[in-house]
C-alpha cells in the first residue's frame, strides 16, 4: 500500500510540484492551501507524513503542529518543514526536517523516505 | 481589534542580525495590535567624556556624530528594515550615542511605551561591540530598571510563528510574581489566549539543604499545586482554556521544557533583581537564565 503524503502550502507552485514529485515516486499525495484544511484533510486521510510551510495566510504551520500533537491520532506524524522564512529551522521543534526553498528534491525525497521506511 | 496593551512599543535594535529575530517579533506584533513602534538605535559609545566621536555598534570604526552622519543611519535602518515598513505600520525611528542600557533607558523614560522589546545573541560569530554588551548587562539593566514589561527575543527559535494563542506564565508566589499574573491574564483576556500557570520546585540540594526524598517531593508539589489554586484559579476560569502544573527539577530547565511542552507564543515571568544590591547582579537569575534559554519570547515583569 503507498505511503500517504500530505503537502500543506499557500503557494499553489509549490504544493503542484510536490504531488507531482511524491506521486511520481511512489506515494499517494495529497494537498491542502491552509492550516485549517490541512487540519481537516489530516483528520481525514490520516497520512503517515506531512510537508509543512509556515508562514501562510490565516494561522502559521506551527499552529497546526501544535494542533496535531494535541490529537492522540495524528500526533505522531512526522512533519517536514519546508520554507522560505529565515530561521524557519527553529520554528518546529520535532520536526523531522526542516528544508529552506528552493530545496533540492534529491534531498527532500531522501528524507521522506528514510522517513518512511 | 480592542487591544491597547502594547500601544507604545520601544524596540531596542542593533539593525543587524543579532536583532533579526526580534525585529521579527517586534514588527508583527506592532502590525498586529496597530502598535506604534519606535525603532531605536544606540549608534556607539563615546570615545571619551561626551566626545563626539563614537565607536560605532556595527563597523566598530570611530565615527564623528554630527546631523549628516545621523541622518545616514537613520536611513540605513529604514532601508535595512524596508521588508516591514509599509503604510499598515506606525512607526518612528530614533538614534542615540552612549551605553545601550543607559540610552535605552532613557528613551523609555521620555516615551513612556507599554513594552520593551530587545533582541539577544544569534549564536553566530557576530562579536560586535552592542551584540556583547546587550546579550549581557543591557539586558539585565534595562529588565532591572524598567518601568514597563520588558519583552526579550534571545534565541532565533524565540522569534514570531504566527501569532499569540498560547502563554506560559512561570510564578515563585511572590508578590511580583502577582504582578505578571495580572498582566498575564490582561493579555492572555485581550488576545483571547490559553494561559498554563506553571511552578518549578526547586529540589536541588543547593536550594533545599539535602537531598529530598520522592515523599517530600511528591508533598511539595501537591502543596505547590494547591497554592497556584487558591492563588489564581478564579481569575483563570474567565478564560477560555487554562492549565496549572508543578514540575521538580532545576527551575529555569523545568520552566524551558514547560514552555516547550505547552508549544507556548509567549513567557511571562517576574523579575527579581530589584531586590538584589546592583553590583550583585550577575547573569545567573532564573529569569536571565530563561530568557537565554526559551524557544518563546519572553517578557519579564520587575513591577
Redesign the interface.
Known sequence: MKKKILVIDDDLNIRDYLVSLFNDNGYDACLAGDVKEGLKVAKKNKPDLITLD??MPG?????L??QL?QDPQLKNIPVIVISGL??HQ??V?KAVASLSKPFDRDELLKIVKETLT | MGFDMFKKILFATSATAAS??AARVAFNIAKSYQSNLNIFHVMGVPTRGYSQVVVDVKTKEEVSVDEDYIAWVTEEIKTYYEKYLDESLKYSIDVAVGLPAREILRQAKTMKPDLILLGGTTGDEDETVYKKSLAGSTLQKVAKAANCPVLVVN???A?F???L??IVFGTDFSKTSDKAFDFAIKVAKALDCELSVFHALDITPLHTGKMLSQDEIEQQIRESLRKIRARYESRLKELKGYSMDVWEGIPFIEIVKYA?DK?ADLLIMAHHSRKVPSGDIRLGGNVEQVIVRA?CPVISINK
Do not use: F, L, Q
Not at chain 1, 59 to 63: F, L, Q, S, V, Y
Open positions: 509556515i508562514e494561522e502559521w504551520g506551527p499552529r503542529y501544535r500533537s529565515s530561521g527553529y520554528a521543534v | 533579526d529575530h534565541r532565533p527559535a522569534s510563528w504566527g501569532g494563542s498560547n516547550r508549544h524557544g
